[in-house]
């Protein structure tokens, strides 16, 4: 159990275009889920926190109309790159919160995604 | 904000010991977590600690807090060619170190 899918995996545009990902929880319900960057050997970065029914939360310097994050349902959440540039192009990594449905039991686990890798010609 | 430091790069060679080590700042995490990356793929869960324990065991992984130096380590028994990856550990406050990336030389 405990699974979060992304869709697409891999995506390759053309600048100017806007991009839609997809982050699933399979089999568990999500009321938060997160939306991460990581560029090449580098961290993760957070860039917002997604909760079920109400406006996405950014991190500081994360620009939310470019980012557009809608989390209609408790295991749905999108991220839209809107007007993609190629310094869009980067690895986008989801995650879910257990809210306790899991029941793997391990308090505040989050479950990520495998990722969709953007490119952005 | 919260600071999470690891160091970059290890190398070790099969059937050695690996230690990953892990410094924090942020005391008020109930759960601690090591996470894995494989190369283009997301973090999967690779264990946890609770706060108020100092070591936790799971099979080949053990997992030791030192709450006053705020000081998480891993270690991965009997390395092997599937554990090179690249190890995360993070708080509750879902800021990510740098990550360790451990190489296993066969």
């Known amino acids: 159990g405990a699974v979060v899918s992304q869709h697409p995996s891999w995506v390759i545009c053309k600048s100017g275009t806007s991009v839609k990902i997809e982050c699933r929880s399979l089999?568990?319900?999500?009321?938060?889920m997160f939306w991460y960057r990581q560029f090449p050997k580098q961290s993760l970065m957070l860039m917002a926190t997604s909760n079920e029914g109400s406006k996405a939360t950014y991190e500081q310097g994360v620009e939310k109309d470019k980012f557009l994050i809608n989390h209609a349902s408790l295991t749905l959440s999108t991220l839209t790159v809107t007007s993609a540039h190629p310094e869009d192009s980067s690895f986008y990594i989801c995650?879910?919160?257990?809210?306790?449905?899991?029941?793997?039991?391990?308090?505040?686990?989050?479950?990520f995604g495998p990722g969709t890798r953007l490119t952005v010609l | 904000g919260e600071d999470v430091e690891q160091s970059l790069f290890l190398s070790v060679r099969e059937g050695d010991s690996s230690v990953i080590n892990c410094t924090y700042t942020d005391s008020s995490s109930t759960y601690l977590y090591w996470y894995k990356q494989e190369p283009g793929a997301g973090l999967q869960l690779l264990t946890y600690?609770?706060?108020?324990?100092d070591m936790k065991q799971d099979q080949r992984l053990t997992v030791l807090l030192n709450k006053k130096d705020k000081h998480l380590s891993l270690r991965i028994a009997d390395t092997q060619t599937g554990d090179s990856a690249i190890y995360f550990c993070?708080?509750?406050?879902?800021?990510f170190g740098k990550g360790t990336r451990l190489s296993v030389i066969a």
């Open positions: 995650s879910a919160r257990d809210s306790g449905t899991s029941g793997r039991g391990v308090y505040n686990e989050q479950f």
């Open positions: 089999d568990f319900q999500a009321t938060t």
């Open positions: 600690i609770f706060s108020n324990m």
């Open positions: 993070a708080g509750r406050s879902l800021v």
